[in-house]
């Protein structure tokens, strides 16, 4: 995209992240599949920004938790819009827009964009991350208990800390503590 090989460069990670992936929700070019890439395209921006140097920013799970608010910012632009867009409906039932709307689009206000998408960041950094690393660090911990009371694949560790997980979670005593326990 022309906007990211030159003025994107020098915008802040979040800001460019907005304008890129609601500006592509916006041209809607696929009948399906527009919120997957969209949450890949604010990913990515970020990444290349390199905003999330240290650690990887899930903030499509935070956007997803906030759907209701996610599409009051989708409409805060799109409804103006729609008395200025001639369309008719496909076959496959479908949009067709049948006049030119790309300056529409082009230059649009991504401000409560930016804002909704610095709230799911800042939610994903004090709420999802603490809850992700927590869980990374009872995996490892699952692992090297298992791995010193019994030789087994790494993918049978992994089925049977998913398979206690699902079941409310292993015990926090060791395997060794446990067995003196029976």
């Known amino acids: 995209m022309a906007l990211d090989q030159g003025p994107a460069q020098n915008l802040d990670a979040v800001v460019a992240a907005a304008i890129f992936a609601f500006g592509f929700v916006y041209i809607h070019p696929f009948e399906d599949g527009n919120g997957r890439i969209h949450r890949y395209l604010i990913h990515h921006v970020l990444a ?12 499509s799970a935070a956007i997803l938790d906030q759907i209701d608010e996610y599409r009051r910012v989708l409409e805060s632009y799109s ?32 401000t409560p964009h930016a804002e909704f998408l610095y709230a799911c960041v800042r939610r994903t950094i004090e ?29 049978l560790i992994d089925l049977l800390f998913r398979f206690l997980n699902q079941n409310g979670g292993p015990s926090r005593a060791a395997p060794s503590e446990r067995n003196s326990q029976l």
């Not at 290349?48 to 903030?59: D, G, I, L």
């Not at 819009?81 to 049948?98: D, I, M, S």
């Not at 603490?130 to 087994?152: C, H």
């Open 127 to 155: 709420r999802y991350l603490p809850g992700e690393t927590a869980f990374l660090q009872r995996y490892d911990r699952f692992r090297q208990q298992v791995n010193a009371f019994i030789d087994m694949p790494e993918r």
């Open 79 to 110: 409804k103006r819009l729609l008395p200025l867009v001639e369309w008719e409906l496909t076959p496959q039932f479908n949009v067709r827009v049948l006049n030119d709307t790309v300056d529409f689009y082009r230059y649009f206000d991504a």
């Open 48 to 59: 290349m920004h390199r905003f999330n140097r240290r650690k990887w920013c899930p903030v």
